[in-house]
């Protein structure tokens, strides 16, 4: 083994020995199990006080709308109750929501518990069609089915924050490594180096060229060669192979796959080789019986398409009307603060490269350029960055509006104008673009977002690279739940007005 990987010694001893400190000393079963234990007990309480509150909302504080000879008895109601959380729970199980794959992995465990629920929620609909003796309220079956949906999220959420600390704590984690060293492999492990977030411990690297035990790509160093992947699977009890397929040849992707396709213990992933590409989805087509690849153009489409849509008008349109007298009052304070026009039209991309001006409040001198050029230091600052700190050009009530994200309010408008979301990647000009490089094709695949990712993540105190990563990272992960979970993320964030300027 000595021949195979020669790490330096400090390497040895200090970086190997956190590495499997984990899973040497907390058994992996004993975490297992304490992972499904806290998710079913949080299950059934989160059920059981759904159903309770539902009840009481029901029952108990006489709405004026719910027919009042119903069935109330709460003895009654309580004896429902202990016979449908084991079945509610069961429904859990079958759909996948006591599946390791399916949790801790973000919105999608969302939309995994929206379906179950429902599931649920229709089980008992039939069981009451099929069985005339069980009986219950229709709006107590209404609210328990968004109340359980809402209180099962919210203890996921909270179990979450705890399985997020203990990877911190090298729980949780599964021993990777990436076989095959390219472009790709650095841009894919540049996502995974965040174990609280990908759940993986990135050892390092095989078949990279390199001298084993040279560090190659941040603290990751080189492990050996592909013909020695065994006894490296082996020395450091790997879980996960992770094949870079553009930096493999077809045989030996071919030679990995038969040797561990069809491990129980070694779960294999293999890259498309498009990772700048499927970013937008893809889907796999048959020709004749011959599977073929087809990346979509727009990033959302059928039912996600028209469940962000009613999402951003549901929201927008209420929004407008109630900020209708404060708009009006900004509006004014800008035009006696100083002189110019209250909007400021900025030229932006759109989905599929379509340009269109995106309204602000208007926050700098209408002569800010003039202004800007006796800074030869900001104007520099600005061509790297985009973004100024200490900009001289922004009025006294502009520098308001930006620390609290007033002068974005107008771009509702444009929503209204089906160009921007209420959500999405931040809106670009078309110099900026080739900022972008190879991500641009997939940022204009949605449309841009009065909030996002970055809005929530720090703003403008979070660096351009930060940026072009936080937007690929909202559009390859999409779903309205991340939707959801970004709007009411960024009420703190503006409160904090950390790094608004």
Known sequence: MDSIINPEKEYTNSKKKSINAGIQNTPKLIQVVFLYLGLLISDFLMIGFAFRFAYWIRFEINLP???????AS?????NLIVIIIPVWLLVFILSGLYTMDNLMGGVKEYNLLFYSNTIAVLVMVATGFFQPNIIFARGWLLISWISAFFFTALGRFTLRRIFYFMRTKDWYLQNTVVVGFNEEATSMVEQFLNPKQSGLRILGFVDCKETPG????RHLKCLGNISNLEPIISEYNIQKIILISSAL??????????NYGMSEKIKLHISSGLYEIVTTGMKVREYAWVPLVEVNKVRLTGMNYWLKIILDYGITIPGIIFLSPFLFIVGLLIKLDSPGPIFHRRRVMGVNGKEFDAFKFRTMFVNGDEILQKYPDKVEELSKTHKLKDDPRITKIGAFLRKWSIDEFPQLFNILRNEMSLVGPRMISPEEVQDYQKWGMNLLTVKPGITGKWQVSGRSDISYQQRVQLDMYYIRNWSIWLDVQL?????????????AY
Do not use: C, M, N, W
């Open 487 to 499: 709007l009411i993320q960024t009420i703190p964030a503006v409160i904090s007005k950390k790094g």
């Open 74 to 78: 709460p003895d009654y109601y309580e």
């Open 249 to 258: 040849s077809h045989e030996q992707v071919l030679d990995i796959y038969q």
């Open 65 to 71: 709308f719910f027919v009042r000879d119903a069935l």
């Open 214 to 217: 040279t560090q190659i790509y």
